[in-house]
C-alpha cells in the first residue's frame, strides 16, 4: 500500500522567530481529504561534548513549555543557510565557552514527526579547549554541568535526563 498523503492546500497561520505553522490538507490513501496543522523549522544541532574520556559537558535550562530545567546536551537553532558543522561548532562554544577542531557527525533525528519537519543533526566533540568564555545568548540563562560518562544511561533510566535529543545521542554515540 503507498501511505503517501498528497496536498492538496496550504495555508500559513504563523510566521515566526523560530518556526513557522502551516494548515495542511492532504489527501489521504483512501481517497478522503484531512488536515494536518504543521510546524515548519529550520533544523538544529546537537552536541555530545567529551571535556575528557570520562566527563560529558551538559547544560542546565529552564525550558517555559514544560515548565522545569531540563539537563540537555548543548544545541542550537541552525540559521537560514547555515553549514550545520559550523552550527555545531559555533553552538558548542556559545553553550559551554569551550571549541573543538574534532567534531564527529553522528547522524539525524526527526524530533516529532507527527507534527514538525525539524531534523536534529548529533554531533559528537572530543578534545575540547577554552573558547571566549561566554555562556548562552542575550536571552539564554545556562548553567554548565560534568557528568561522568559512565552515568549518563542511569540517569536517563531514572527520569534525570528526559530531553529527548540527549537521549538519543546517546544511542547514537
Partial sequence: MDYTE????????????ILDLEEVEVLLPDGKSSKREIVRHNGAVAVIAYKDADTVLFVEQYRKAVEKVLLEIPAGKIEKGEDVMLCAMRE?????????????????IVASPG???????????????????????????????????????GMIRDGSIE???TIC?????
Fill in 6 to 17: 498528497k496536498t492538496l492546500n496550504v495555508k500559513k497561520i504563523y510566521n515566526g522567530k
Fill in 92 to 108: 558548542l562554544e556559545e553553550e559551554t565557552g569551550y571549541k573543538s577542531d574534532n567534531l564527529t557527525y553522528l547522524g539525524k
Fill in 115 to 153: 507534527f514538525c519537519d525539524e531534523y536534529i543533526h548529533i554531533f559528537k566533540a572530543e578534545q575540547l579547549y577554552p573558547g571566549d568564555g561566554t555562556l548562552g545568548d542575550e536571552d539564554e540563562f545556562i548553567g554548565l554541568r560534568e557528568v561522568k560518562a559512565g552515568d549518563v544511561k
Fill in 163 to 165: 530531553d529527548a535529543k
Fill in 169 to 173: 545521542a546517546f544511542m547514537m554515540a
